[in-house]
């Protein structure tokens, strides 16, 4: 077994005994810090993605420079359906854009199914890079979008505020919904276990956009895909987190598909999950990002806030409730970091003995 100097996040996950609450934020590989963007002026976002030295780069930043007690390896959720066949481009300003979007059988026969080791050999090969940099300093996540979270970006081709193309597929062609989700969810697998091969040491599930649908709709095109994956992902001692946005009608669901840690938005109470799903898991969560924007005095109050609702004992990992935003002062995520450090002990005192 590895041996890491700093594993507060993963004793946290599988709801171990810790000396304090562990402190990791999504996104926090990004264009907040200017250090990530001094590389992203040399090269284009995928390139960075394709480019071992510069993704291992900068997924360390944040460690070095913020202080978080777990690294998110570099990369992007779309990886996959490029990796399937699908021509990827990111605009600035625009965001990620699919100029083909798959909209009926035809575009959908044409995906292909992935081989991790070749199609995305170059995250696996930043992960092996990352964790030889890291040199055991805290715990790398490895992660990957969710079927439908993935989907919706295929059908829509861009983001999206109604998310009409997505819903015509869904309530027009749900037989092709189902087919393409099976073939992206078998590819999530695969890929979430390659990562834990070349050394991840847990995983994230993103479903950003399981809030979109109406309760029924999230069970049937998400949630039962997304059990599916865990189910197959490779255990024990690799902690499995999902976080979905804007679900809270069924997070109670989403605690029995197995995973070991649910991510929460800002809109949900730390203290209500846990009375309802504390038994079965772990919670990350879930400062709201623009908190991040105000003063520190402001951002020590919600955080003190964010740790009193989850209470006493082990299982919260400190987390934004969605990713860190492009504008925020660097300073201020690293003050929250500190005041989470600080004003989380007397949360675990009971645990040490
Ligand atoms: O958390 C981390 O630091 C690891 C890196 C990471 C990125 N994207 C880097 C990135 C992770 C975990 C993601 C996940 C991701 N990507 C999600 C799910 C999480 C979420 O935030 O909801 C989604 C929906 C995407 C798709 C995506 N990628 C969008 C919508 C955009 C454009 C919007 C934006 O934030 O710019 C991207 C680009 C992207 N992915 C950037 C980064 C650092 C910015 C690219 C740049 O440097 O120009």
Redesign the pocket.
Known sequence: MEKLKNDLFLRACLRKPVERTPVW???????YLPE??AV?AKA??LT??KTPELAAE??IQ?IDLIGTDAA???????VIPEAMGMTLE?H?G???IFPSPIRDENAAKNLKLITPEEDLGYVLDAIKLTKKELDGRVPLIG?S?APW?LLT?MVEGR?SKNFAEVKKLIYNNPNLAHDLLKKISDAVAEYLNAQIDAGANAV?I?D??GGILTPRDFRKFSLDYISDIVGKIKRPDIPVIV?A?GVHYKIENIAKTGCDVLGLDWTMSLKKVRKEVGDHCALQGNLDPTTLYADHEEIRKRVKQVLKSYGKGSGHIFNLG???L?DVPPANAKAMVEFVKEESVKYHIQDID
Do not use: N
């Open positions: 934020m999504m996104r926090q590989a990004g264009r990530y963007r992203r284009d976002f960075m993605c900068v997924t944040p998110i390896i570099f990369s992007d959720i779309l990111m600035e625009k965001g990620p992660f979008g979270t970006y983001g994230q993103f950003t956009w976080f946005k969605h990713g860190i492009p």
